[in-house]
């Protein structure tokens, strides 16, 4: 088969979820099949983080906005490319192509109710096309690819799929999320002392930056100890706006927001944390709690949506809405020391269960199946 795999935004330097998951779904295709003909078509960028192999052909397409390089330019390159198959593998897909398409739909967030508070023009953008594009491209896919049995389920009853068109593939990490041996000092990059808290937020509503930092604050009001938060990047207004409505000044001071991190750097943060907090109202999958576990460090997460699927039924499970949840776990962490080193023991076991190997695996029999 002559296959085609759109990876648009696999080659931009900060990179997000879906495109950490294609683009390691291409690197395991490359080492295990040797058969199909791939043409994997990328937005040019300034991290060509993949190169073409015999088989596998990195094809650069360029048009300057994303819808445009969606509906326009990618059915045309792969129409020159004649390709027997066109996976879109970002929620989204071309409607005027007669290729058969499979689809990976992580979620169908843009289905449910829109948080008004959600300021951000590309995630307000992106919920529109979306809700314009979905609808219009299902019937037109041989298969539709989901990464939970919880997102698996959600997509057949709120979209009225046959069960039969739907396949659920549960993503991997990187096998460089252990735990660490000897000295490392990477971490010192973005905080200077270890042991402290890790989150992953910001200004998306699903992602619950606002009651995390809710629990940040009663956790300093009670703890001895006052670790550190260190976040990835916040923009101060929404920062300020959360710590004037809710008269939490006491965290402005314990906080460390050194901006973007290196996806590279991220083993070193996850092992020198005491706790990561992956606090998210709703996830489809969830690599980061993945990520947490598999490199030792106990993991807070959510009782919603998929995070119990992923974590399993001995994670720490807190119900994301209520901050003195989140906050009691935190000090429980701290002040109950089997319970922090059991936690350990889990994450690492659970963590062997998922592999980008197994993803791929399972992707190429996707493939197959549409012959």
């Not at 045309?76 to 499979?102: F, G, Q, Y």
């Not at 046959?162 to 660490?180: A, D, H, K, Q, S």
Request: with cysteine.
């Amino acid at each position: 088969m002559r296959i085609g795999i759109e990876a648009q935004r696999i080659f931009r330097k900060n990179k997000h979820g879906m495109d950490y998951v294609v683009l390691q779904e291409i690197l395991e295709i490359q080492k295990m099949d040797h058969e199909n003909e791939y043409f994997v078509f990328v937005k040019p960028g300034d991290d060509p983080c993949v190169k073409s192999t015999e088989n596998v052909h990195i094809v650069e397409v360029n048009c300057p906005s994303y819808p445009l390089w969606e509906q326009w330019a990618l059915p045309r390159a792969a129409k020159k490319a004649k390709v027997d198959l066109l996976h879109c593998t970002s929620n989204t897909a071309p409607i005027w192509c007669d290729i058969p398409l499979v689809l990976t739909l992580h979620d169908i967030i843009f289905l449910e109710p829109r948080d008004k508070q959600n300021k951000s023009l590309y995630q307000n953008m992106g919920w529109f096309y979306r809700r314009l594009d979905v609808p219009r491209i299902l019937d037109r896919c041989q298969r539709i690819i989901t990464v939970s049995n919880f997102e698996k389920q959600n997509i057949i009853n709120k979209l009225r799929i046959p069960e039969e068109r739907v396949v659920m593939i549960y993503n991997g990490y990187n096998e460089w999320f252990r735990p660490i041996e000897g000295e490392d000092h990477v971490y010192q990059k973005y905080i200077p002392e270890e042991g402290y808290f890790f989150f992953l937020g910001n200004t998306d509503p699903k992602k619950n930056t606002e009651r995390t930092l809710v629990a940040y604050s009663k956790y300093l009001e009670q703890s001895k100890v006052k670790r550190k938060l260190l976040m990835a990047d916040l923009d101060a207004d929404f920062l300020n706006d959360i710590i004037s409505r809710h008269g939490i000044e006491n965290i402005r001071q314990q906080m460390v927001m050194p901006g973007y991190i290196v996806n590279g750097d991220l083993p070193s943060i996850y092992n020198h944390a005491f706790a990561f907090l992956y606090t998210s109202l709703r996830e489809s999958f969830g690599i980061p709690l993945l990520e947490g576990m598999a490199c030792g460090t106990p993991v807070i997460t959510s009782n919603t949506s998929s995070m119990p699927e992923i974590g399993g039924p001995e994670a720490i499970l807190v119900n994301p809405e209520y901050s003195d949840e989140i906050a009691q776990m935190m000090l429980r962490l701290e002040t109950d020391g089997d319970f922090y080193n059991n936690q350990k023991k889990i994450g690492l076991e659970r963590a062997k269960l998922f592999s980008w190997k197994k993803t791929a695996e399972q992707l190429l029999n996707v493939y197959q199946s549409c012959k």
